[in-house]
């Protein structure tokens, strides 16, 4: 059978010969020689290089070898037919995706569904014009041109996704690597930070106070009872906050109480509370201090002045953490840590009768020792840079300088009111330093960095000491914003109370 029609002749072709099949390779698989000779001779003067094979064998063979851009089969061939040659060539992975168009007389339906399932691509019907022949092949090769074009694209694309999925992995890597740093360094920029503010609130660069602080490090983790020793205005207070702080309680409250600022009387009801009807006055049931610091820590601020009688109890909650509400036969049960802190003698009260033993014993397990401000006289400068910042917007003063003349004042100065009297000598200075430039105060009293009595005093000695040197400083006022005290933050009748006992009395 003819491969065209009488009427259709090359010369009715596309005029550019030159370059529309340049670069493509087409097979052609026909058992007829007359049909080969026409496609041949009509594909090659387009330009295009062209393979030829007598049967469906040679052409999967051939098409394997030579990679084609397009094979045009024929159906009708003695042995393999073409549904048979489409279908070895769509299972071989080097020959899978060449494009296959069917040549073929047959005009059922059910053929070309068999060809097409076979994975052809597109049939020509003989007899067919040798014009739809080059449109047919263009278009496949076009459209395969376009997948090639689109496959490389999309491996150019993973190959670009992949180097930047690598980069993007170096990035991160790069950033959870700075994100480790930053937090090591924020670590120890934070324990830089507490050896040069210490905690938080404590500020010093004393050598002889970090010794302290390091104590504080090693007690906080544990649960031992603690007993803070030292003169009044030395930061007893923020000694028991940095242990409180620095502990596993940290998330629980911390409960403080003033031994000395509370009655006799009414002691026992703020430690332990009291039930309602317990006493005249009590309308109604009380909780305790040890009840609301269950799980956390009680700072007993002033242990010494704890009446002698109610120290049993004290005891007793150390030992069993058990205690009554005023009024209440029933037992409570707490976890509590007790912090105490002192700035008198508790041997010595001892030996008076004013201080149980045993107590005693119990709150001394792990001693710490508040220095007084003489003797880390190297935290003065920072400390009035920190109490200049700290009051100074309160007043409407900012200090940009503080003279040397005003600091060696400062530090020659002894401080019987310690770091208390230091802060309110401050801030005295800042209401009186009109400009940026820190201006002290003339009642100042200049002393000797050491106490003129020879030889080592006794506590009770040092506190009477102390509280004189501030009375004196007041001029013997005792209560008021410019009294003793006020500077030694006690209450005015606990003041008075102490100058009787310590047999102070004014000249």
Known sequence: MNIYRENDRTS????????VGTGYTILIVDDMPNNISVLFETLTRFQYKVLVA??????????????PDLILLDVMMPGMDGFETCRRLKLLPATRSIPVLFMTALAETIDKINGFNMGAVDYITKPFQLQEVLARINTH???RQLQRELEEANALLETRVAERTELLSKALAEVEGLKNRLQAENTYLREEIKQTSNFEEIISQSKAFAKVLRQVEQVAPTNTSVLILG?????????????????????????????????????????????KGAFTGATTQKTGRFELADGGT???DEIGEMPIDLQSKLLRVLQEGEFERVGSAKTLKVNVRVIAATNRDLEKEINEGHFREDLYYRLNVFPILSLPLRERKEDIPVLVRHFCAKHGPGI????????????????????PGNIRELENVVERSLIISSGRKLELGDWLRRKSSTPKQGGLMTMEDCERNHIISVLEHTRWKVSGNNGAAKILDMIPTTLDSRMKKLGIQRP
Do not use: M
Request: net charge negative; glycine share 6%.
């Open 12 to 19: 009715s072709l596309a005029t550019d010969e030159d370059s």
């Open 54 to 67: 007598r049967d469906g064998k040679s052409a999967v063979e051939q098409a394997q070898l030579a990679q």
């Open 141 to 143: 090769l076009t459209l």
């Open 231 to 275: 003169e009044s205005g030395t930061g007893k207070e923020l000694l028991a906050r940095a242990v409180h702080n620095r502990s596993s309680r940290k998330n629980k409250t911390l409960v403080k109480i003033n031994c000395a600022a509370l009655p006799a009387t009414l002691i026992e009801s703020e430690l332990f509370g009291h039930e």
């Open 298 to 300: 009680i700072f007993l």
């Open 396 to 415: 409407g003063r900012q200090i940009d300088v503080i003279p040397q003349d005003v600091l060696n004042t400062l530090t020659d100065y002894h401080w």
